[in-house]
C-alpha cells in the first residue's frame, strides 16, 4: 500500500535523537518557558532569517496572536483568501475582526493580488495571505497594495516551511507570520506546537508577554494575555527535526518532480511551480472534472490519496451567514482538486505506482 503520509516513519527517523532530547528533558526537570524552548526559538529565527521568533501553543494561536498584539479597532477588516484551511478565517473571527474573503488564483491557488484592491474600505488594517500547499504567495504584489494602502501583511505560513521567495524564507516576507508544527505539517512536532516569527522587535515583545496571561514578571499582567506555550519537549523534538528539514524538502521536491515529469493524462491539471525554491510541497494537489472516481479508482490499486479540502470555509455551516455566498473559483477548488501521496520519507519507486495508475486511468 502507498500511505499518503507515513508519519510514523518519518519520526522513526529520529528515534535515537528524540529518545536523548527525552532524556535531557525529563531530567532537567523543567517543563515550559524554557532553555530548550529558548534554544529552539532562536534556530528557528535563524532558519527563517527573521530577528525573532516566539513558540506557542498551535499555529491557529499563532495568528490569533499577531492579531491580539497589532490591537485593530474591533470590526476592522482583514483580507484573507477564501481558499484556505478554515483556521486562518477562524483567527480573524476569534479576534473580534471581520474576514473578507478574495478569490485565488486558479493556478497557483493562492490569494489573486488583483482581486484585492477592490475589497478595500476605510475599515481595512491589514491582509493576511496564505502560502498554500507549500507554495509562496505573490509577495511582491501583495507588499506593494499593502504600501499604498497602508496596511499590514500577516503570513499564515502553516503548510510553508522553507520555502523560498525571491531569497527570503516563508515567515520573512511579510510584518509577521504564524506558523504551525501540527504533527503532519512539514515540521511537525510529536502534538500540537506553533511559533510567529517577525523582524518587529516591540510586535515580538508583547506577543511574547500575550502567550502567557499578559504576564511578564510572574503573578503581574500587562494584558489581557491567553495561555498559548510551546512545550519545553516538542521545543527539543523541533530542534532535531529541524536540522534535517531541508533534506526532507528536497526528498518532497524529487517526489514532485517526478510527478510533474511524468503524470500524463488530459483529464488531470498538474500544480503549477511559480520557482522551484519557492514550492516545499506539503501537498500535491491535482484537479479533475470527477476526482471522487479517481481516488476510488486509485484507493482499489492500494494508494491512498485525501481531499484539501472538501467544503470551502464560507460554505461550512461554521459561517452560516455566508452560505448563501458564491466564490466560484474557490468553489471549483474545492470541488476538483485531490491530493497525492507525498512526503519525506516516499521514493520514486512508489512515485513511479502512482504514475502509472493515474497514466492508465
Ligand atoms: C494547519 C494549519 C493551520 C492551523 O494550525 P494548527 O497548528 O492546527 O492550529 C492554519 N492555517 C493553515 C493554512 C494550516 O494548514
Request: hydrophobic fraction near 35%.
Amino acid at each position: 500500500m502507498i500511505k499518503f503520509l507515513d508519519l510514523k516513519k518519518i519520526n522513526e527517523q529520529y528515534e535515537t535523537e528524540i529518545n536523548q532530547a527525552f532524556q535531557t528533558f525529563f531530567k532537567s526537570g523543567w517543563y515550559m518557558l524554557g532553555n530548550s524552548l529558548k534554544v529552539f526559538e532562536q534556530e528557528f529565527a535563524q532558519y527563517c532569517g527573521t530577528r525573532h521568533c516566539i513558540g506557542v501553543a498551535n499555529g491557529l494561536d499563532a495568528l490569533i496572536l499577531i492579531l491580539k498584539a497589532y490591537d485593530f479597532e474591533p470590526g476592522s477588516e482583514v483580507i484573507v483568501p477564501a481558499n484556505t484551511y478554515i483556521a486562518t478565517i477562524l483567527s480573524i473571527s476569534h479576534s473580534n475582526l471581520k474576514p473578507i474573503l478574495v478569490e485565488p488564483d486558479i493556478n497557483t491557488y493562492n490569494i489573486d493580488p488583483a482581486r484585492i484592491e477592490e475589497k478595500i474600505t476605510d475599515k481595512t488594517k491589514a491582509i493576511m495571505v496564505v502560502h498554500l500547499y507549500g507554495q509562496a504567495t505573490n509577495m511582491q504584489a501583495i507588499n506593494k497594495i499593502a504600501q499604498k494602502h497602508n496596511l499590514k501583511v500577516i503570513e499564515d505560513s502553516a503548510q510553508s516551511h522553507g520555502a523560498v521567495y525571491q531569497g527570503k524564507r516563508a515567515g520573512n516576507l511579510s510584518d509577521a507570520s504564524g506558523f504551525s508544527f501540527y504533527p503532519g505539517k512539514n515540521l511537525g512536532a510529536l502534538g500540537d506546537g506553533g511559533a510567529v516569527t517577525t523582524n518587529d522587535d516591540k510586535l515580538a515583545e508583547k506577543i511574547r508577554v500575550l502567550r502567557n496571561y499578559g504576564s511578564e514578571i510572574k503573578y503581574k499582567n500587562q494584558y489581557k494575555g491567553i495561555n498559548s506555550r510551546l512545550d519545553e519537549l516538542q521545543a527539543a523534538i523541533l530542534s532535531v527535526k529541524l536540522k534535517n528539514l531541508d533534506n526532507e524538502t528536497n526528498n518532497r521536491r524529487k517526489i514532485a518532480e517526478y510527478y510533474l515529469n511524468n503524470i500524463k493524462n488530459n483529464k488531470i491539471v498538474l500544480p503549477m511551480v511559480t520557482a522551484r525554491e519557492s514550492h516545499v510541497w506539503h501537498l500535491f494537489v491535482i484537479r479533475t472534472e470527477n476526482r471522487e472516481q479517481l481516488q476510488k479508482y486509485l484507493q482499489e490499486k492500494d494508494i491512498q490519496t485525501m481531499i484539501h479540502y472538501p467544503i470551502a470555509p464560507h460554505k461550512q455551516n461554521a459561517y452560516k451567514e455566508w452560505n448563501h455566498r458564491c466564490l466560484s473559483i474557490t468553489e471549483q477548488i474545492h470541488s476538483q482538486v485531490l491530493s497525492l501521496p507525498i512526503s519525506p520519507v516516499m521514493n520514486i519507486d512508489e512515485a513511479k505506482v502512482v504514475v502509472d495508475a493515474i497514466n492508465n486511468y
